[in-house]
């Protein structure tokens, strides 16, 4: 890739990042990074890493979640498993700030990527791991994705109306650890720093998954509140609910005095604000019921469109519930200028890719380069570490890269 004076700005230009993560966990931590400046070269099996090929759009069998997580990215094939692989592997990891890799531990030590081994090679390296469920205990050894941790922390449970539960069709287990991953990533960046050392960072989709529902089982702990799912309803504040409209459902969410008091007012309900059924959150999550009923009857008179603007108007929080499409198409998700329509080879029409979700005022990430082409970059790469043009030939002809 031709470096440009963007690049040369980025906050984390000049630090290179092996990618060698699968799904999301590991190749979002990565993709985070190379948004703010970082190399990050891919690298994935030759016939192409299974990641690649989820939900395909493209010609080739490319995948959306893939168009997704490699832009930015520059690929590499490889078989690390191969004498030969493993020179790759250790003049990668001698080049490298970082190595990614969300893949059990048995594996990292199959392909010389334990911190040992790294360390070996560059003592100041920094590996950012994570596993399904932990470092410790009886099921760290096992394998999940996102679900699991959903499933464990009381999520899963919690979700739906009981019978069945229901997991959440997004993988925010997934992205959570990869978030955190990357923070933990830039901390351990600031801590090499000042001391000159490198370490693990390592995160779990359990972990992940018990922090986002820690208040719930806090409650649990502390007052045994033994909480059953309720729907769209919220139980702890009210109106919390999904609502239909005459041509479509939105979401409203009331939490907290002031907006209750804004609320009851709009809805022609201002003695509702002396009644002691709905006196604070907890109440009103309580008899939510009684509220929704109220909040429903309401919205069933008026458009979608009517709801968002009064509602927004008055300062309650409110949103329309989209299809994929309506998503694409709808102005304020537009208007946050997210979306960067990026060209690939193979694909019917340019996939609109979504940069990160941060803005930073002086040194604000971009999506700069579009995802590579299984092993597009595989002889640039190879050059960059000391690898001759008869050498990388050799290479392809046994079957390394």
């Known amino acids: 890739m031709t470096e440009t004076n963007a690049d040369a700005l980025a906050p984390l230009h000049g630090i290179r990042v092996l990618d060698f993560g699968r799904y999301i966990a590991g190749p979002y931590c990565a993709t985070l990074l190379a948004e703010y400046g970082a190399d990050v070269i891919r690298i994935e099996k030759r016939d192409g890493s299974e990641d690649r090929f989820v939900s395909p759009v493209g010609a080739d069998g490319d995948g959306a979640l893939f168009l997704q997580m490699a832009r930015n990215k520059r690929s590499l094939t490889l078989d690390p498993m191969t004498t030969a692989g493993r020179e790759v592997v250790r003049r990668l990891v001698a080049s490298a700030d970082v190595v990614v890799a969300n893949i059990p531990k048995p594996a990292l030590r199959a392909m010389g990527l334990d911190y040992e081994h790294l360390c070996s090679i560059r003592p100041d390296i920094i590996l950012t791991t994570s596993s399904a469920f932990g470092a410790t205990g009886p099921m760290a050894s096992n394998v999940g994705f996102d ?32 978030l955190h991953c990357a923070f933990g990533t830039m901390a351990a960046l600031m801590a090499r720093a000042r001391t000159g050392r490198g370490q693990v960072v390592e995160g779990s989709l359990l972990g992940t998954a018990i922090s986002a529902t820690n208040a719930t089982l806090i409650e649990q702990a ?7 799912p309720t729907g769209n309803r919220g139980q702890t504040a009210a109106p919390v609910d999904i ?46 019921e009684i509220i929704s009923e109220r ?3 309401w919205c069933a008179e008026r458009d979608t469109a009517q ?3 009064v509602l927004g108007e008055a300062k309650i929080p409110c949103g329309p519930v989209l299809s994929p499409q309506a998503a694409l ?40 380069h579009r995802p590579p082409t299984l092993g597009e970059h595989t002889d640039e790469i190879l050059a960059e570490i000391g690898y001759s043009s008869a050498e990388i030939a050799g290479l392809r002809a046994d079957g390394v890269v």
């Not at 002031?258 to 007012?265: C, D, E, K, M, Q």
């Not at 102005?331 to 960067?340: D, E, F, R």
């Open 329 to 368: 198409d709808h102005p304020q998700v537009n208007a946050l200028g997210l979306m960067q329509a990026i060209d690939y080879p193979g694909l019917p029409r340019p996939a609109p890719v979504a940069s990160a979700p941060i803005w930073l005022s002086d040194t604000p990430g971009a999506i700069r």
């Open 147 to 178: 679900g699991v941790g959903q499933a464990m922390s009381g999520a899963l449970y919690m979700t739906g109306e009981g019978q069945p539960p229901y997991r959440a069709a997004v993988n925010w287990v997934d992205f959570g650890t990869a």
């Open 222 to 228: 502390v007052i045994e509140a033994d909480r059953v």
């Open 307 to 309: 709801i968002v603007q």
């Open 295 to 297: 909040m429903a009857r």
């Open 243 to 288: 609502f239909r409209a005459r041509d479509g459902w939105v979401l409203v969410q009331v939490v907290g005095q002031p907006l209750y008091a804004r609320w009851a007012r709009l809805m022609g309900e201002p003695q509702w604000l002396e009644d002691p059924r709905f006196a604070d959150d907890e109440a009103r999550g309580r008899h939510g």
